[in-house]
């Protein structure tokens, strides 16, 4: 058996074990899609946002990219940014790093990883330079990923603060809750690193004044 063909199989013995335990299974997530939380995490195989997180199929809408990011220009991100918070109505957006992240150690390094890649990972180079002198004090390799991990999660959830996306719905409906966590992939706990409430003020230069 091809290795893929044992995902299909899966699959089936899947579907046919949920039908079994709860023959509405399907047909009720099938008609409604109601999750009160955005997950942006890292594409990383490790971190699965439901497992972890012990929620089912239709309670997490989740975005995933390298080093779990959210850039400006990403149309990608900004479209699920958007549905998640004006269609679907999230309380709550969750970015969820996770410790010992390659992408976050790649951006550390000097290394070229050619053209895509340096792209991508220079905005993780932006956000060292910003802690930079925390970030050099640290001598132990692994220490400092994890500190970046958690910094650059932090810098993620102002970088969706800055968004008239978000600041739209703060304004109009004090929602959604945004939230930094770190997945340890030694533990499997969450550490929740940051959190900014709805409505939370963040450098006026960020903040539209004409929404
Ligand atoms: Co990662």
């Known amino acids: 058996m091809k290795a893929y063909e044992k995902l299909l199989l899966e699959n089936k013995a899947w579907a046919a074990e949920k039908v079994n335990d709860d023959p509405a299974y399907f047909s009720r997530l099938a008609n409604l899609q109601v999750p009160e939380f955005l997950w942006i995490g890292c594409s990383d195989s490790r971190v699965p946002s439901n497992e972890i997180t012990g929620t089912q199929p239709g ?4 975005h995933r990219n390298v080093a779990n990011l959210v850039i400006n220009t990403d149309v990608n991100l900004l479209s699920v940014l958007d549905y998640a918070v004006n269609h679907l109505k ?6 969820c790093g996770h410790y010992g992240c390659g992408g976050i150690k790649a951006a550390i390094t ?8 340096n792209m991508w990972l220079r905005n993780i180079k ?8 925390e970030l050099d004090a640290i001598t132990d390799a692994d220490k400092k990923t994890d500190r970046l991990v958690e910094l650059n ?9 800055k968004t008239s996306i978000i ?11 945004l939230h ?3 997945y340890g992939l ?7 690193v940051f959190e900014m409430n709805a409505g939370t003020h963040i450098d006026t230069i960020y903040e539209y004044d004409d929404l």
Do not use: M, S
């Open 59 to 62: 309670e997490i809408f989740v």
């Open 110 to 117: 000097n290394h070229d990883f050619k053209a895509v890649l």
């Open 126 to 133: 932006d956000v060292y330079r910003i802690h930079r002198a």
């Open 90 to 95: 999230v309380k709550h957006v969750i970015v």
């Open 186 to 192: 030694k533990d499997g706990i969450i550490n929740p």
């Open 167 to 177: 600041q739209r719905a703060w304004k109009q409906e004090q929602r959604p809750h």
């Open 153 to 161: 999660v932090k810098e993620q959830v102002f970088n969706l603060a």
């Open 180 to 182: 930094g966590w770190v």
